[in-house]
């Protein structure tokens, strides 16, 4: 089993216990359907079961009002399925995507320290991955019977459930990347800032030391010329001074 194999299985496997959830997820959901049909089928029933005491108007007021009501009832299961169903998708997108970006950073690392580890942990991993990738398959087929004892008629448990998730998890791939996306560009957005921030300042440092090195060289030019004055005229009175002697 190469590595690409072995990345392939746990794949696998991630997505079968997806499948798995999604049947549960439907599972709920054709049971609350059924439940709900079964209880409008009774409460027409006994209401037209006393047709003779009740008008045709007010059994179908009657009928109409618990159809809503249980109308309601099936909203908020759809409403709470989904939901669910969005949760299983990010938690598989993030499983395979965890799975693909270790598969790459194990062949890098090989192929960077030129060993063939990959193989070796191959040969010792093979048994457990067949296992859990059978025991996987196993539930998986157990709860594709549960959804189609659930929902009381033929049901393609298995195709429903694996359409369901390929689109949950494209949904939650996309938004991944638009995340990615936004944050990658808000860093990049900071950094730029940030680097504007520090040359900006750097700037500032500069023309400070310029003007100081400007102001040095006038005090000492200024001090130069007074100390040549200074000296000229001591100078100049010693040699009024040597005259007169």
Same mark, same amino acid.
């Given at each position: 089993?190469?590595? *690409?194999?072995?990345?392939?299985?746990?794949?696998?496997?991630?997505?079968? #216990?997806?499948?798995?959830?999604?049947?549960?997820?439907?599972? #709920?959901? #054709?049971?609350?359907?059924?439940? $709900?049909?079964?209880?409008?089928?009774?409460?027409?029933?006994?209401?037209?079961?006393?047709?003779?005491?009740?008008?045709?108007?007010?059994?179908?007021?009657?009928?109409?009002?618990?159809?809503?009501?249980?109308? #309601?009832?099936?909203?908020?299961?759809?409403?709470?399925?989904?939901?669910?169903?969005?949760?299983?998708?990010?938690?598989?997108?993030?499983?395979?995507?965890?799975?693909?970006?270790?598969?790459?950073?194990?062949?890098?690392?090989?192929?960077?320290?030129?060993?063939? =580890?990959?193989?070796?942990?191959?040969?010792?991993?093979?048994?457990?991955?067949? $296992?859990?990738?059978?025991?996987?398959?196993?539930?998986?087929?157990?709860?594709?019977?549960?959804?189609?004892?659930?929902?009381?008629?033929? $049901?393609?448990?298995?195709?429903?459930?694996?359409?369901?998730? *390929?689109?949950?998890?494209?949904?939650?791939?996309? =938004?991944?990347?638009?995340?990615?996306?936004?944050?990658?560009?808000?860093?990049?957005?900071?950094?730029?800032?940030? =680097?504007?921030?520090?040359?900006?300042?750097?700037?500032?440092?500069?023309?400070?030391?310029?003007?100081?090195?400007?102001?040095? %060289? %006038?005090?000492?030019?200024?001090?130069?010329?007074?100390?040549?004055?200074?000296?000229?005229?001591?100078?100049?009175?010693?040699? %009024?001074?040597?005259? *007169?002697a």
């Amino acid at each position: 089993m190469s590595n *690409k194999n072995l990345s392939t299985v746990a794949t696998d496997v991630i997505a079968a #216990y997806g499948i798995t959830a999604t049947n549960v997820i439907n599972s #709920y959901r #054709y049971g609350g359907e059924r439940l $709900v049909g079964f209880v409008d089928a009774r409460f027409a029933s006994v209401v037209n079961r006393g047709a003779a005491a009740l008008r045709a108007d007010l059994r179908s007021n009657l009928i109409g009002a618990q159809q809503r009501v249980t109308g #309601y009832y099936v909203k908020g299961i759809h409403l709470g399925t989904d939901r669910a169903q969005s949760v299983v998708g990010v938690a598989t997108d993030l499983a395979t995507k965890g799975v693909g970006l270790v598969a790459e950073g194990a062949v890098r690392l090989e192929r960077a320290a030129n060993v063939n =580890a990959l193989d070796t942990l191959n040969r010792v991993v093979r048994p457990a991955a067949q $296992v859990v990738s059978l025991v996987a398959e196993r539930i998986e087929e157990g709860s594709s019977a549960l959804v189609r004892r659930v929902a009381g008629k033929p $049901v393609p448990a298995k195709a429903v459930a694996t359409r369901q998730l *390929k689109a949950t998890t494209r949904k939650a791939a996309a =938004a991944r990347k638009r995340i990615t996306k936004t944050a990658t560009r808000e860093v990049s957005q900071a950094v730029a800032d940030t =680097a504007t921030s520090a040359s900006n300042a750097a700037r500032r440092v500069a023309r400070q030391a310029e003007t100081t090195t400007k102001r040095v %060289k %006038k005090a000492v030019a200024g001090t130069a010329t007074q100390t040549s004055n200074a000296a000229r005229r001591v100078a100049s009175k010693a040699r %009024k001074v040597a005259a *007169k002697a």
